[in-house]
């Protein structure tokens, strides 16, 4: 049985360049959650799928994130035209309904 | 208002001692959970304990529990026996009625002492 998984672990990028990221959840799972963390704080709910729709998309996420779970699988979370701001740890979880949720070993972003 | 305080930023522990993090919420919702997990510096976050609002025992897995107190809307995670390998931030969170999204604190480092 694996865990989540993500990809890449670490990311660097140049501000104004576009990033990509990919989640693999426990496979079992309906639901898969996005978080991003700064450092010292806890994380903060970016959005959340069950299954491929997409429910709910937090303020926090401006028009330059979007994140897809096409196929109710795996998912991806794309920013565009990164910001030093955006250099965070961004996680994903997954659950079975509303149970605990499962956390991937996150990838960290840092934008130059 | 916050929903999640955790009042405790760091804190030190002798091997083998028993410890409390604190955790205080704020609801107004009947039905909650709360939620405890512990993020190494590795930076996985690992799910350690959950407990219902309607549970009427506290909670416990192993050497976590979950001092549950309601009416002070308290959620204390005590680790007894404390070991080197359990010093890392420590995230207590709440989610509230059919929400999904998970409410944190800021967090507690715990370091534990050879």
């Known amino acids: 049985d694996t865990g989540v998984s993500q990809d890449p672990r670490h990311k660097i990028t140049k501000r104004g360049q576009n990033v990509t990221f990919r989640c693999d959840p426990i496979s079992e799972h309906n639901r898969l959650y996005w978080y991003r963390q700064t450092l010292g704080q806890g994380p903060e709910f970016l959005t959340y799928f069950q299954n491929e729709a997409q429910l709910e998309k937090s303020r926090l996420l401006s028009d330059r994130f979007s994140a897809e779970r096409p196929k109710g699988s795996f998912s991806t979370l794309e920013i565009q035209r990164t910001e030093q701001g955006d250099s965070a740890m961004y996680l994903c979880a997954s659950s079975l309904y509303n149970l605990e949720q499962f956390f991937g070993p996150g990838t960290r972003l840092t934008v130059l | 208002a916050q929903k999640i305080t955790q009042t405790q930023p760091g804190m030190f522990v002798q091997e083998k001692e028993a410890v409390t993090l604190d955790c205080t919420y704020d609801t107004s919702d009947p039905s909650y959970g709360l939620f405890w997990y512990k993020q190494p510096s590795s930076g996985e976050m690992i799910f350690l304990i959950y407990?219902?609002?309607?549970d009427q025992q506290n909670a416990t897995e192993g050497r976590y529990s979950l001092n549950f107190q309601k009416a002070r809307k308290s959620a204390n995670l005590v680790i007894s026996a404390s070991q080197l390998g359990d010093s890392a931030m420590y995230f207590c969170a709440m989610r509230e009625g059919s929400n999904y999204q998970l409410i944190w604190g800021a967090g507690t480092k715990l370091i534990i002492k050879p």
């Open positions: 407990q219902g609002s309607y």
